[in-house]
């Protein structure tokens, strides 16, 4: 079985490389355990820790051709911390931690954890259930569920007094779930939780790739965190980097002397600007580390998805880098061959096994195809970042009004390309940080002013094509930027318009839930309808959200500083309801009665400064109502 494991191991087919790799305790009533690690360039290896001395390494055998070390320990060894030590060719000794280490003290120090018995019992099968039928494809829509995430930095949510006042992770499964539960969200999604050195590098600078944080507490703590967000019908999507990895010297950096894990080429082995090394994604060992990391988190933490970070960084030779710098691949391009393909491997692995969880990408270029099937070119994501319409609505808001008419096509230039990938459009960590503003700050004017815009903005992300995703802290509208060492500004709740706008988001988020029209079609051209795009003099958009059966919703945005008046033109009906609204003094008397046309019906709306609202046509009789809405 152990010469099957290596084998497929070094042909980068091991997607269980986790359960040869690492420390595992052998069968038997004797407690013993193996150890292997992988250093091909090492002439030799022992294993030192608080169990034999951490100067006096027991040695390791090289037992394949390409490089696996293994020796084995008597004795109970679980919790016990150790390293391996890897002399170098050069004759120069470094302690590395585990790669395949299920348990990690992190920090400077770096060492591995012996964690090899979980005592979790999962109690989410319902949820398993429930996914299987929620995320796949019906009637011809991908995803014809709701999708709305919320994304949390784990140790800036919420955090005790102290420096190091992280709360637990059984802490945040009792703050978290209910609160997630009551705004209405459908998802958590966690920035990185794998082990990593820095607090500031927010989790993306990763040094053991197959421990979940101990800030938090144990592997145990992080399944019952998850266990509890199913329980609570939670889903939990986690931020994974296969892209790159830090440079701390405990980790993967050099492992054995020399480049592994990383590029050997001076061209490819480094990224500039993070300080960080690239994984080399066309060498086996490394393809067999990174698709079994990502089956590892779906398969013992039951993750519901991965949110691939920095994809575009792998795709591009010449991402971060000059003229010169670079080398082009075989046809003179600057693709990166090797990672595509790396790319396509991973999404059908992953897919393959896990058809009913979500690989999504943060890819920020145009690159083709990144959410379509690998069978016709595409690299295989089920879902995709809209960068590019954040980017664009947050340069949108922060001007003046009386100059939005030159910059109308923020608005409009998304619905051009909508359709092309199946996205989310994400309010992210990366865009309330660094002097960029928070959202609710982003906004041009006043205070009173930055409030009305910002119910508008969210709004219009929760009614445009495609899955949708709010930073923590955005839903109460704080004004400081994101920081990661300090817990959200929770006291701004006690503010009158911060608690409103977090009861609009709640509302805004569950009438979403709530609406088939929002969120069955968001991935067909069928399902969205212009109405009125080219209303740039009045700072305005009116279109249709349709569902598979032809039931339609109106939605009317306008970021103008002055009250608008327009004539759409509807169905035929016999009235026009206001569902909801971003005002909520927004009476049905702005409406005119339908008047009756060739084609169907006009109506005459007035459209108060920087409100939104959403109209449905009311063919029946009876009186259609919010609750009823709720009822759907």
């Not at 595409?378 to 809209?386: T, V």
């Not at 212009?530 to 059966?549: Q, S």
Request: proline share 4%; with cysteine; glycine share 8%.
């Amino acid at each position: 079985m152990n010469e099957q494991a290596s084998y497929y191991f070094h042909q980068g087919t091991n997607n269980r490389a986790y359960e040869y790799l690492g420390c595992h305790r052998m069968d038997g009533a004797t407690a013993r355990y193996v150890f292997r690690v992988w250093a091909p360039n090492a002439k030799r290896v022992g294993l030192v820790g608080d169990f034999c001395g951490w100067n006096t390494p027991i040695d390791m055998q090289r037992i394949t051709d390409r490089g696996v070390f293994e020796c084995t320990v008597d004795g109970e060894l679980e919790g016990r911390s150790y390293k391996f030590l890897i002399v170098a060719a050069d004759g120069i000794a470094r302690y590395k931690g585990d790669p395949y280490a299920f348990s990690s003290k992190g920090t400077d120090d770096g060492a591995s954890i012996v964690c090899t018995v979980s005592k979790h019992t999962w109690k989410d099968a319902a949820w398993l259930n429930r996914r299987k039928k929620t995320i796949c494809a019906k009637d011809g829509a991908f995803i014809s569920a709701p999708l709305n995430i919320y994304e949390v930095h784990a140790s800036s949510f919420m955090r005790h007094e102290g420096k190091n006042g992280y709360y637990s992770y059984r802490e945040l499964a009792d703050v978290l779930v209910p609160y997630v539960k009551h705004m209405g969200y459908t998802h958590i999604e966690l920035l990185p939780m794998a082990e990593f050195p820095y607090d500031g590098s927010w989790g993306y600078q990763v040094g053991a790739f197959y421990a979940p944080t101990s800030r938090h507490g144990t592997p145990d703590d992080f399944r019952y965190f998850v266990d509890a967000c199913h329980r609570g019908g939670i889903g939990v999507l986690l931020d994974w980097v296969p892209a790159h990895f830090p440079k701390d010297a405990w980790g993967l950096y050099e492992f054995d002397g020399q480049p592994l894990y990383e590029y050997q080429g001076r061209d490819r082995m480094e990224s500039p600007s993070w300080g960080t090394r690239y994984f080399d994604l066309g060498r086996e060992e490394v393809q067999s580390f990174l698709i079994s990391n990502a089956l590892y988190f779906l398969r013992e933490f039951h993750i519901d998805g991965l949110r691939v970070d920095a994809v575009a960084s792998m795709l591009y030779l010449d991402f971060d880098r000059r003229p010169g710098e670079w080398v082009p691949n075989e046809h003179g391009g600057r693709e990166n061959i090797e990672a595509i393909a790396f790319i396509k491997k991973l999404n059908g692995t992953v897919l393959g096994e896990f058809p009913d969880a979500l690989m999504i990408a943060e890819e920020s270029t145009a690159f083709h195809g990144v959410t379509h099937p690998t069978s016709v070119g595409g690299l295989g994501f089920s879902l995709k970042w809209n960068m590019g319409l954040a980017n664009d609505l947050y340069d949108y808001v922060s001007g003046d009004p009386v100059y939005r008419k030159f910059h109308h096509s923020a608005l409009t230039f998304p619905l051009m390309y909508a359709f092309s990938e199946n996205y989310v459009l994400p309010i992210s960590h990366d865009e309330v940080v660094h002097g960029k503003r928070s959202f609710i700050d982003k906004m041009h004017g006043s205070y009173e002013d930055k409030f009305r815009q910002a119910r508008v903005a969210l709004m219009l992300l929760m009614t445009y094509p495609g899955k949708k995703m709010l930073f923590m802290g955005t839903e109460f509208a704080q004004f400081r930027e994101w920081d990661y060492e300090s817990s959200l500004e929770w006291f701004m709740l006690e503010y009158p318009m911060h608690r409103a706008f977090r009861d609009y988001t709640a509302a805004l988020n569950r009438f979403y839930l709530s609406r088939r029209e929002l969120w069955e079609l968001d991935f067909r051209s069928d399902g969205f309808t212009w109405l009125l795009p080219d209303e740039r003099d009045k700072n305005l958009v009116a279109f249709c959200r349709n569902d598979a059966k032809g039931k339609r919703l109106i939605v009317v945005l306008s970021f103008s500083g002055a009250e608008e008046h327009i004539d759409l033109h509807l169905r035929p009906c016999a009235s026009v309801d206001v569902l909801f609204s971003t005002d909520e003094g927004y009476a049905k008397e702005n409406i005119s009665a339908p008047e009756q046309t060739e084609n169907g019906c006009r109506v005459h709306v007035r459209v108060p400064a920087f409100t939104g609202i959403i109209l449905k046509e009311k063919t029946k009789s009876r009186t259609y109502t919010l609750t009823d809405n709720f009822k759907e």
